[in-house]
């Protein structure tokens, strides 16, 4: 079945730093790929849409200059966390679309902890 | 705009017994897919079942069915036969022409020994 690999799966750094991403689909080429933000005991909440060569379509609300995000070919999508701070700590999954569309294929998560 | 409700936070089953977990949502859409998306403690998101809302059967997975009422815009899931593998979050989610997928809040299952 179609494997969408994400990592770090976990990492830790200091207030100020950028952290990046990656989400790979590692048997199929994606055209579309989703970034999630999840909250502890809450839902998935899309942050953005990256179709691969173009710009990605941020959700309202979203920083794009904070949350960069490429989406250079078509199995390889990062999220990039700039001058990240305590309360950008969460849990980030990515997800892929392939040409079928249907049903996107998650990555496991990352879970990132600022100090 | 897209909404997806799930009204119950928390459920409990006995082990081998059977509980439907409720989902509404809200669109002007007539073409879309309902999913119902299982999430252990690892944090991986397992799709459990999917609904094309074209067809008028439901959907069936194994121990796992759902009862969708388009009509109604209901799209609940039905685990029978409970196994405390199955204890996790379950979230319902909506997907229409964008692709995006809209969760609701989610529900946690707990499975009783």
């Known amino acids: 079945g179609a494997v969408v690999s994400q990592h770090p799966s976990w990492v830790i750094c200091k207030s100020g730093t950028s952290v990046k991403i990656e989400c790979r689909s590692l048997?199929?080429?994606?055209?579309?790929m989703f970034w999630y933000r999840q909250f502890p005991k809450q839902s998935l909440m899309l942050m953005a849409t990256s179709n691969e060569g173009s710009k990605a379509t941020y959700e309202q609300g979203v920083e794009k200059d904070k949350f960069l995000i490429n989406h250079a070919s078509l199995t390889l999508s990062t999220l990039t966390v700039t001058s990240a701070h305590p309360e950008d700590s969460s849990f980030y999954i990515c997800?892929?679309?392939?040409?079928?569309?249907?049903?996107?294929?998650f990555g496991d998560g990352t879970r990132l902890s600022i100090l | 705009a897209q909404t997806v409700t799930q009204s119950q936070p928390e459920m409990s089953v006995q082990e081998a017994e059977t509980v439907t977990l409720s989902c509404t949502y809200d669109t002007s859409e007539s073409d879309y897919y309902l999913f119902w998306y299982k999430q252990p403690p690892s944090r991986q998101m397992i799709l459990v079942i999917r609904q094309e809302a074209y067809k008028q059967q439901n959907a069936t997975e194994n121990r796992f069915s759902v009862n969708f009422q388009k009509a109604a815009k209901s799209f609940s899931l039905k685990i029978s036969d409970s196994q405390l593998g199955d204890a996790a979050m379950y979230f319902c989610a909506y997907r229409a022409g964008t692709y995006k997928y809209i969760f609701g809040t989610g529900t946690r299952l707990k499975v009783l020994a």
């Open positions: 997800s892929a679309r392939d040409i079928g569309g249907q049903p996107q294929h």
């Open positions: 048997d199929f080429q994606a055209t579309t």
